[in-house]
């Protein structure tokens, strides 16, 4: 049985990986790949809390907020009925929103970078994406995307904040010793010429569909 590829698209707020995402789920449905989209949190209790925390109803400290992190991504992984595991063990490919380093990143910016790595170990133990696609922007561009797209923000969406969350999102691909696994990709063209290099780049690396068996 083949297991399906984990491509994770990363990238600060307003970076555009959720048009890509869409945009590459779609290729692939219509090439005949089965395709599923995921993203954390997911919708565990620790995965409503975090929402909860991010939209800024319940304050709480760095410490716990990466805690619930990693015990909604051991769900997220894990999970009997909509984890990652069980569709990638079942050939599907999947598109993950969110996985690596961005929830620490956004919500634990004062938390030591080797705190996140050792929290982040045991989840890193079961499953690493096959491919993570980082899409690079300018802080100030996606602030402008957020400004003109959104009626409320997050906590977190301020230029200064994205600008050192993009700085941590690269520290962390460096010390999880994972540049060979990230592809780093210009956000700030047009989606279709973006969308077409990730599928150059990713093509590859997806499980068709299982032929029945004559």
Known sequence: MNRGALIVFEGIDGSGKGTQIRMLKKRLEKEGYPVFRSAEPNDSPF????HQIMIGRVRTTN???????VADRLDHIQNETNGLLKFLRAGVNVLEDRYYFSSYAYQSVDLPMEWIIEANAPC???LKADLTVFI????????ERIDRNRMTKELFERTDRLTETRARYLDAFGRMKDTERVLIVNGDREPDIIAEEIWEKTRDLFVPAQQPVR
């Open 63 to 69: 410490d716990a907020i990466a805690a619930l992190f």
């Open 136 to 143: 690079d922007v300018d802080p100030k561009v996606t602030m």
């Open 47 to 50: 995965g409503a809390l975090i």
């Open 124 to 126: 890193a133990k079961l």
